[in-house]
T-cell receptor
């Protein structure tokens, strides 16, 4: 199993540009989520999904869109990038039964200039 | 309100010594899970240990143990026999049930440095 994969690993955007961060998992997990990590802030939840066709907002959803058309994929779209979105982005997935351990992707480091 | 509080921004410990990283949490949900993750300088998030709210025994995984005190709402991580490779950021996290969308809420982390 590849686990949770994210692309790209690094990205530099100019203010106002849009882009999509890709996330895929091959563990048949119902739950998928996106976090951003900023220095001194821990990880904060952006959006999450409990199954295909179902998404919801987390703690910091503004400026981001998600969709979940398949169980495997959960892309995160930045509509109009801002310097405040410079961060490290983690995708994570889990089953919805048992321990509910979250499996993390390797992260995407995004810089908005 | 902060759901997870880690009051130690940074900790030092000497190699082979034990160290306790503090974590307190806040929830009114009777069913929840507590997690500790390690993030080395390479950046990946590594799952260390889990404690369920109904578990009677403290969780242990090798050199890691979770000191779970439910009445005090604390879930401290104990690392025994510290190694240089334990130097990393450590995050405490709590996952509640469907009422919170199964969100995993993280503390701000504790940076641990193990010295020779």
């Amino acid at each position: 199993n590849a686990g949770v994969t994210q692309t790209p690993k690094f990205q530099v955007l100019k203010t106002g540009q849009s882009m999509t961060l890709q996330c895929a998992q091959d563990m048949n997990h119902e739950y998928m989520s996106w976090y951003r990590q900023d220095p001194g802030m821990g990880l904060r939840l952006i959006h999450y999904s409990v199954g295909a066709g179902i998404t919801d907002q987390g703690e910091v959803p503004n400026g981001y869109n998600v969709s979940r058309s398949t169980t495997e994929d959960f892309p995160l779209r930045l509509l109009s990038a801002a310097p405040s979105q410079t961060s490290v982005y983690f995708c994570a997935s889990s089953p919805l039964a048992g321990v509910l351990e979250l499996y993390f992707g390797p992260g995407t480091r995004l810089t908005v200039t | 309100a902060q759901k997870i509080t880690q009051t130690q921004p940074g900790m030092f410990v000497q190699e082979k010594e034990a160290v306790t990283l503090d974590c307190t949490y806040d929830t009114s949900d009777p069913s929840y899970g507590l997690f500790w993750y390690k993030q080395p300088s390479s950046g990946e998030m590594i799952f260390l240990i889990y404690q369920g709210s109904y578990d009677q025994q403290n969780a242990t995984e090798g050199r890691y143990s979770l000191n779970f005190q439910k009445a005090r709402k604390s879930a401290n991580l104990v690392i025994s026999a510290s190694q240089l490779g334990d130097s990393a950021m450590y995050f405490c996290a709590m996952r509640e049930g469907i009422s919170s969308g199964y969100a995993l809420n993280f503390g701000k982390g504790t940076s641990l440095l193990v010295t020779p």
